[in-house]
């Protein structure tokens, strides 16, 4: 059983998908702080100095009665809340990493085209008499001996 284990775990597809999953857990980490420190401290500013990780609704107020200036006041006195304005910056955040994904695989699929060789030209032909395949650049069929012209050969 250890052994099954180790073939399925050192299998080269599992081995990239670990890879995989770790580089997409580091590249969260950038978007949300790209979207969190970057993205949304000019919209906020833009829209008059809103903080949008700051929008919060409170459901049932906490040990310290309300009202709550930040979401942090809100957590810290217990009071349960929906937090609308982190959820927009996760929306932000997934629609950064779905382009960036798009791009890659785009990029990629581009490569990937650019790589595949033209089709190669045809060595053979069909004789017009006896249909056999022969080389193109035959000029008597070697099956039917027939004399080949141009407008017979397909």
Known sequence: M??????????????DM???????????TIVKSLVADVIMPPIGLLLGGIDF???????KQ?????PY????DAR??????????VFINSVISFLIVALAVFLLV????????????????????ECGFCFSEIPIKATRCPHCTSQLSVSASA
């Open 106 to 125: 785009r990029a990629i699929n581009n490569m990937r085209r650019k790589e595949e060789a033209p089709p190669a030209e045809p060595t053979t032909k």
């Open 18 to 28: 670990a890879v995989g999953i770790i580089i997409g857990g580091a590249f969260g």
């Open 2 to 15: 250890l052994k099954e284990f180790k073939e399925f775990a050192m299998r080269g597809n599992v081995v």
């Open 62 to 66: 906490g040990t310290t009665p309300g």
């Open 76 to 85: 810290a006195a217990g009071a349960v809340s929906i937090n609308y304005g």
């Open 53 to 59: 990780s700051e929008f919060f609704a409170v459901l």
């Open 69 to 72: 200036a930040t979401l942090a």
